[in-house]
C-alpha cells in the first residue's frame, strides 16, 4: 500500500523540478532515504518534517494528510 505521505513528497519534488539527490541534499538526508519515503517503505524523521515542508513549500499538515489545505 503506497502512502499518501511519500506521494506527496514525490509529485510536490518532481514538480519543483529537483531529484531525489537535490531534495535529499536541501533536506539533509540520503537519496536512499527520500526513494524509501516515495515507495512508502519508510516516512521521514521527525527532525526531517520541517525542512522537507519548507524545501517544498506546505505544511506539515499538508505533507501528512497529501492534500493541499485552504490557506485562511
Known amino acids: 500500500m503506497e502512502m ?11 514538480q519543483k523540478g529537483l531529484t531525489q539527490e537535490q ?6 538526508v540520503t537519496a536512499a532515504a527520500v526513494s524509501k519515503w ?3 517503505n519508510g516516512m521521514p524523521d521527525i527532525a526531517y518534517l520541517s525542512p522537507l515542508c519548507e524545501v517544498l513549500d506546505i505544511n506539515v499538515n499538508e505533507l501528512l494528510s497529501g492534500e493541499k489545505l485552504p490557506s485562511e
Open 23 to 28: 531534495l535529499a541534499e536541501a533536506v539533509g
Open 4 to 14: 499518501p505521505t511519500g506521494k506527496t513528497i514525490q509529485t510536490l519534488r518532481r
Open 38 to 40: 516515495e515507495t512508502g
